[in-house]
């Protein structure tokens, strides 16, 4: 049985990592006065790794463009050290590239740096229970991906 978010009675533990302190502080309020318990923040890519080894979230609510070490790589080895942890990407970037690398390393969801606060809430509540999570517009081209690469013949071994 798959548990969904009204079936949880503890808060969701999540952390968010950016950065930019203004956008990461606001990010961790935001969520926290939602009812959500922000165990960590870090604001680059080997603290983030650290952290999240540490912290144990669910839900890690991470930037792709940090310092000493990007986004990308920092989901690569999260999700290696925990594979429960569930990845939720919040970037400025809509590029198509940043988006299935995302998801090619781990990422749950990605949402765009412009949603509301209520989207953020509501992604990182369906990514808590493994739902994958798009911005619209995101999901069919991570979707045309998979098509494309599940039609591409296999090839032949050596």
């Not at 680059?44 to 999240?52: H, K, N, P």
Request: negative net charge; proline residues 7%.
């Amino acid at each position: 049985m798959t548990q969904t978010t009204a079936d949880r009675r503890d808060p969701i533990r999540v952390m968010v990592v950016d950065d930019h302190p203004m956008w990461r502080d606001a990010v961790a309020r935001d969520l926290a006065e939602s009812g959500f318990e922000v165990v960590a923040t870090a604001g680059d890519g080997e603290q983030a790794v650290r952290r999240a080894k540490a912290a144990a979230p669910e839900v890690l609510v991470l930037d792709l463009n940090l310092p000493g070490k990007p986004g990308v790589q920092v989901c690569k080895e999260v999700v290696a050290a925990n594979p429960a942890l569930r990845v939720l990407v919040l970037s400025a970037s809509g590029e198509h590239a940043d988006v299935l690398e995302a998801v090619k390393s781990g990422a749950t969801g990605y949402l765009l740096k412009s949603a509301s606060t209520e989207e953020l809430r509501d992604a990182v509540r369906r990514t808590a229970v493994g739902d994958p999570v798009f911005t619209p517009g995101l999901a069919g081209l991570v979707l045309g991906e998979y098509r494309r690469l599940a039609s591409e013949p296999a090839p032949a071994p050596d």
